[in-house]
């Protein structure tokens, strides 16, 4: 797991991660390396941790020790570039806002990808019909399909997924299964939590077991 | 405007707040009628005597205003906590207190200028005399988005707490004396044919410290409530 020296920069890096609340050790230490192309499965019981460490490595938690690399540079609060895309249990939508208004805010905010709108985007996560309806109105596999569609939108090459695929059907799964693959063939990278059955079904991922520091 | 700027990302969230504000239209009337009410109702308590209301008309309108104004605050920033929405600005690459300025632009737009608007009714209500009216207009233009600015970095502090609305008043309210001071002096002033302009420049030197740090302390004080 230890990255040679000859292999190109990885996306992400941690270097001896870990990551305390109130002196209680949640996880860590961690290091680990994720390249491009790579998907990789973050494995751990519920409160084993995994939410903090997609919150470390998004920097929205500043690590109690280690460092997290994005491309070689440390990850700073202070300064974040269009690199991550973070899918929380929180989505981040609108409920009064249409799906497409959500959308273009989020363009607004983070810029888009060459070649895609939001247009396109809802119809690739299987919501075409569904552009001008409030949030409200969506059940929680839409919601989701929503955030899903954001994803496709943004130009970020590393995604950190949390829980991805909760509250999806079969066909909701298959869809992140297929936008996984499509994102890692494309040169991107993917984080992804589970708390063991997992549903990422091609191929055979890489793991990181997660367990709760000593 | 190229997507994925600062420039696009503040206008973006220019546009969503103003429509969500909109879609919650009826909310967004709560400070006004507020406001309103405790105007009318202070003659039906003290009686229609005109001396005494042209006395403490500038004040009431004051305190009613400021008061209607915290009314909102807390829900500054609590909607964007409680679905993810804030995550989503602080992962963002753009500086934060940018778009916490922003935020609270829109607050000051949808709550504050709708006062401002109704206030020469308000001081109608009251019998303030027509020469303080214009005093008055300058005094709350100046206070009210200093309220705001200086309520964002309290609500700040305070949202991820779970019931944070009587300590965000406790907090709140003391910082917004001197504005209140200075604002209803300067009107108070100008009915008793006294210099008025004094109180208005401290209220507006006051106004630009605000505008350039409270958009900072309220970025930082949110990270803070973030973890």
């Known amino acids: ?214 | 405007m190229k997507p994925g700027t600062t420039a696009a990302a503040c206008s973006a969230l220019l546009t969503r707040d103003l429509a969500l504000v909109w879609r919650r239209r009826g909310d967004a009337l709560n400070p006004l009628l507020f406001a309103v009410m405790v105007v009318a109702l202070f003659p039906f308590a003290l009686g229609p005597d005109q001396v005494m209301l042209e006395r403490i008309a500038a004040g009431t309108i004051f305190v009613a205003v400021l008061l209607a104004m915290l009314l909102s605050l807390d829900a500054l920033f609590r909607t964007d906590l409680e679905d993810g929405s804030l995550e989503q600005l602080v992962v963002s690459p753009h500086p934060l207190a940018l778009l916490l300025a922003c935020k609270i632009a829109i607050h000051w737009l949808t709550t504050a200028l709708p006062l401002l608007l109704i206030a020469p009714l308000a001081a109608q209500l009251m019998h303030l005399p027509d020469v303080v009216l214009p005093v008055l207009l300058i005094a709350l233009a100046l206070a009210t988005p200093l309220l705001s600015l200086i309520g964002a970095v309290c609500v700040a502090l305070t949202v991820g707490m779970r019931r944070s609305g009587m300590l965000l008043t406790l907090l709140v309210l003391p910082l917004i004396v001197p504005a209140l001071i200075f604002g209803a002096g300067a009107c108070n002033a100008a009915q008793a044919g006294l210099p008025y302009v004094a109180p208005l420049l401290w209220l507006g030197a006051w106004l630009v410290l605000a505008v350039v740090l409270a958009p900072l302390a309220a970025a930082a004080a949110l990270k803070i409530s973030l973890t």
């Open chain 1, 1 to 214: 797991m230890q990255p040679l020296s000859d292999e190109p920069t990885p996306l992400l890096e941690a270097r001896g991660l870990t990551f305390a609340r109130n002196d209680e050790a949640i996880f860590g230490p961690l290091d680990f390396a994720l390249h491009a192309g790579e998907v990789v499965l973050i494995e751990g019981d519920n409160g084993s941790g995994k939410t903090s460490l997609l919150k470390v490595l998004s920097g929205l938690l500043e690590p109690t020790t280690g460092e997290v690399l994005l491309n070689g540079t440390p990850l700073t609060l202070a300064r974040l570039s269009h690199q991550v895309s973070l899918l929380g249990h929180l989505l981040g939508l609108k409920l009064e806002l249409s799906a497409l208004q959500n959308l273009r805010f989020a363009v607004g905010l983070g810029g888009i990808r060459p070649g895609i709108t939001p247009q396109l985007a809802l119809a690739s996560v299987g919501l075409e019909g569904y552009e001008d309806q409030p949030l409200r109105s969506m059940s929680a596999g839409q919601k989701k399909r929503v955030a899903l569609a954001r994803l496709l939108l943004l130009p970020a090459g590393l995604w950190l997924l949390d829980e991805p695929y909760a509250n999806l059907d079969r066909g909701g799964i298959e869809l992140v299964n297929r936008l996984l693959d499509h994102h890692a063939r494309r040169g991107g990278a993917a984080l992804i939590t589970s708390h063991g059955a997992y549903a990422y079904t091609s191929g055979t991922p890489r793991r990181i077991p997660l367990r709760a520091a000593a």
